[in-house]
């Protein structure tokens, strides 16, 4: 079972940046869409950005213009740049993938583990 392993989360001060990374831990045939969701105390898990295997992006209303998402199909890793950081945006960041397995598997939406982005004022 591949696993997706994020990292770069931390402590930030808000109008800082900070970059998620979400790799693959094992070998796959492909991945479609992949995103970050976040989740903070009391809310329900909500999207932030997605991009599909071609590149074409979709974001939250509240993160565009700030955050960039992007993706290196050749490592299978997905890029969350966030600029000019809020203390709103505090929350745990997920990656999430598609993944491919073989050609005739299907598709399997897999999740990370999370990483906490904290923005203090």
């Known amino acids: 079972q591949v696993q997706l392993v994020e990292s770069g989360g931390g402590l930030v001060q808000a109008g800082g940046s900070l970059r998620l990374s979400c790799a693959t831990s094992?070998?796959?045939?492909?991945?479609?869409?992949m995103g970050w969701y976040r989740q903070s105390p009391g809310k329900q898990r909500e999207l932030v950005a997605t991009?599909?295997?071609?590149?074409?992006?979709n974001y939250a209303y509240s993160v565009k213009g700030r955050f960039t998402i992007s993706r290196d199909n050749a490592k299978n890793t997905v890029y969350l740049q966030m600029n000019s950081l809020k203390p709103e945006d505090t929350a745990v960041y997920y990656c999430?993938?598609?993944?491919?397995?073989?050609?005739?598997?299907?598709?399997?939406?897999?999740w990370g583990q999370g990483t906490q982005v904290t923005v203090s004022s």
């Open positions: 999430n993938a598609d993944l491919v397995y073989s050609v005739d598997s299907g598709t399997y939406s897999t």
């Open positions: 094992g070998s796959i045939f492909s991945i479609n869409t």
């Open positions: 991009i599909t295997f071609g590149g074409i992006t």
